[in-house]
């Protein structure tokens, strides 16, 4: 009996430093590939509204060069939307106002291809320019899995030009990190 304790603790030990040293990786809820991805763009507020649509026009020229650079088969559809910008998993929260647009497309099956949405999310991000009065654009990969963000921040303060110091200082040290976008 001895033998068994302390051979099964022993592998035990051996088990928790290999998850730790990070040889043997391991993700408490692993979210599989979704087939959803959307870009959302903000402009700064008095941005006429031609240029917020021909911007997200050029966005959505870039997402089909990606789509033609790895075969033609990667999107199923996408669709436009101007004067609304959605936030929050599965677009809770939305913003009204001609300096906003997002963009939703609709991929294949993730097991009917063999690009995965990092790739092409990555491949979209270099293909698109950034213009000025641009305030932000972000693209989202739809998440499956756990119902929350990994991160999700939200300062408070009286002080504008504090809080934009501090958003600006936050998101380069989280950008920092490998997977994480701000």
Do not use: C
């Amino acid at each position: 009996r001895a033998f068994i304790v302390v051979t099964t603790l022993g592998l035990m030990v051996i088990a928790g430093f290999l998850v730790k040293s990070g040889h043997l990786g391991f993700t408490f809820f692993p979210s599989p590939e979704g087939k959803g991805v959307y870009a959302n763009v903000s402009f700064v507020a008095g941005t006429p509204k031609d240029k917020v649509v021909n911007y997200l026009n050029e966005v959505e020229s870039a997402l089909y060069e990606v789509n033609d650079e790895f075969g033609s088969q990667l999107v199923v559809v996408s669709a436009v939307t101007h004067g609304t910008l959605r936030q929050g998993r599965n677009g809770q929260q939305t913003l009204r106002g001609d300096q906003y647009g997002w963009i939703s497309v609709e991929l294949t099956d993730p097991d009917q291809r063999d690009v995965r949405n990092s790739e092409i999310v990555a491949e979209w991000e270099k293909r698109i320019s950034k213009v000025p009065g641009l305030e932000s654009l972000t693209i989202e990969v739809q998440r499956m899995g756990p119902p929350s963000k990994s991160i999700d921040l939200m300062l408070e303060g009286d002080d504008l030009d504090t809080l934009k110091m501090a958003a600006l200082e936050i998101e380069d040290a989280l950008t920092s990190y490998k997977g994480v976008s701000a």
